[in-house]
């Protein structure tokens, strides 16, 4: 097997790209704007120019096993872009076979959360894991399923959407899915500061937080209250956490994992929010499963996560 | 490959079991008592006193290539019933040794809801489908997951316990697993009639199930009722129904299945279930897997579907 794959991390604003090693190094990464370029065929020109430069650079040509691509709403079986997203494309868009074509390299793609499962598998937390599920706190909440080894595509490519799994049936927060009572609502970086103002409005006592705008609170604001013993804060994150914690123990009922793996902005909170996820996981899970289900964090670099998961895909795909 | 399998289906007061050809003919089939030996020594001789005497009767000495068992709380991974159940034994109960070294055919054992999933795919519903999640509406709730042809075992090999999912967080029904607000405390027979004796308290409307004493309605009650147009009737399947079909689009997020098979008591009630079941489905599901997933009822006919379940594990048994 060739020594290297590559990983590319593809965004709305930026496409971020890496040559990365078996051990989950990366050689070398660089990135490009993917907005600047109103037509598909001349971003892929840029992606393979900018690329190419790094691979020749790092003396890579000839060695890389694959390509794999995280990108919004792609398709590991189409190797297709299929929906609407916030690309400057229209869709369908055929970025397996057309990234393929131009590196002469076997490409696999899928969306964002499924790439960090994979990379936390190969290089992370989830190493020597069978069954375990990858839950991303971001923006919004994704989730990428392993199960004996192997990722959760479903029948359609699109398994492994628990971000979107009903927390809240009556009064739920409407969700940017068009439905109300998503987890993703109430469990992302956007959901702890939706929950900031809904206290803050409803509450009364004293608190940081009270001190900005307060349609400018972010998760970051809450974190950076509680560190300083906040109470209301330090509520916020628990009842994040608890919410959260409950769903896991859902989760738990479906697959039987060993473990989850939480990656993403809100984990930077640490026991402000793995505590509280823990103990509601614990007081929530059916019996048979008590005390063998560990809560993680993910062990790739933030900065790096997103290429080395979407290098790991590289690993995989078939030689053409 | 040898052309028969034997399915046995052990229940805390029964046990049944028959020869099954490779199309799912039940070729011959008998019962014993479980709860009529204190040794399970002496139960596993009377099974194999019992199963060969049909063996011999139907010419199939030699000719039985797996067999199959479904049990409750048995794991498939370690051939035993772990777990305290409704038994006349200790456990752990090293099931599948006990009756292959008695038989002298490799065993493999897995609890009822599985060995249904498994039943379905190979002579049912689910024939052709690599996705799809069975739900078993019986006393209880239970479930088969199978993702890409395969059945989900989890890490421990008890996944799969979708009537656990809670469906309501807050006052929700107690449920036999020491929790409250399990799905199976709504959508099992049992659900229907403590949804009955909970409508007929609130409510002040007339209903022919005013005129049984309300501790003994079952089920079937309701359903009899239901089908002479009582419209409290008709509305205790409606409000089942829809807390099944919201639990099934939060079940797609996870395994995005191509569909479901339902089985058991309560799908009698046909289209009293089956519509409510679809319609929530349909109006709670996340986009992206709209008019993607069907809802289906077992082709398994319901007397044979245990054995024929427990039997269709016997294919996948690998030769001693």
């Given at each position: 097997m060739?020594?290297?794959?590559i ?20 050689i070398?990464?660089?990135?490009i704007?993917t ?18 430069r ?21 398709n590991?079986?189409t ?23 131009k ?28 069954d ?31 971000g979107?799994?009903?927390v809240?049936?009556?009064?739920g ?42 349609d ?6 809450v ?15 628990e ?13 738990v ?29 614990d ?28 290098s ?9």
């Amino acid at each position: 097997m060739k020594p290297y794959v590559i990983g590319i991390d593809m965004g709305g604003t930026n496409t971020v790209f890496g040559i990365v090693d078996a051990r989950g190094n990366v050689i070398a990464s660089s990135s490009i704007k993917t907005a600047k370029h109103s037509n598909i065929n001349d971003y892929i020109d840029e992606l393979y120019v900018e690329a190419n430069r790094i691979i020749v650079a790092n003396d890579a040509v000839d060695k890389i096993h694959g390509i794999g691509i995280g990108a919004p709403n792609a398709n590991y079986y189409t190797g297709m872009i299929e929906d609407g997203v916030n690309l400057p494309w229209p869709t369908p868009i055929p970025l397996a076979d057309l990234v393929s074509q131009k590196f002469g390299i076997p490409v696999a793609i899928t969306n964002d959360a499924n790439a960090a499962a994979i990379g936390e598998m190969t290089y992370g937390a989830a190493r020597g894991l069978k069954d375990f599920i990858m839950i991303t706190l971001g923006t919004g909440v994704g989730s990428g399923i392993v199960i004996n080894g192997q990722l959760v595509y479903g029948h359609d490519g699109y398994a492994g959407e628990l971000g979107h799994v009903i927390v809240k049936r009556t009064n739920g927060r409407i969700c940017g899915c068009g439905r109300t009572g998503c987890l993703e609502t109430y469990c992302s970086a956007t959901g702890v500061a939706r929950t900031a103002r809904e206290f803050l409005d409803i509450r009364k006592e004293p608190s940081l937080l009270r001190n900005m705008p307060i349609d400018e609170i972010t998760s970051k604001d809450v974190y950076d209250a509680a560190i300083t013993g906040d109470a209301l804060a330090k509520e916020i994150f628990e009842y994040t956490g608890n919410i959260l914690g409950e769903a896991l123990a859902d989760f738990v009922t479906f697959s039987s994992p060993e473990a989850f793996i939480l990656f993403g902005g809100l984990t930077k909170a640490g026991d402000l929010i793995m505590k509280p996820v823990k103990n509601a996981l614990d007081k929530n899970i059916l019996g048979i499963y008590k005390g063998k289900v560990r809560v993680l964090l993910s062990e790739l670099k933030e900065s790096d996560a997103a290429v080395l998961g979407a290098s790991a895909l590289g690993w995989e795909v078939k030689p053409v």
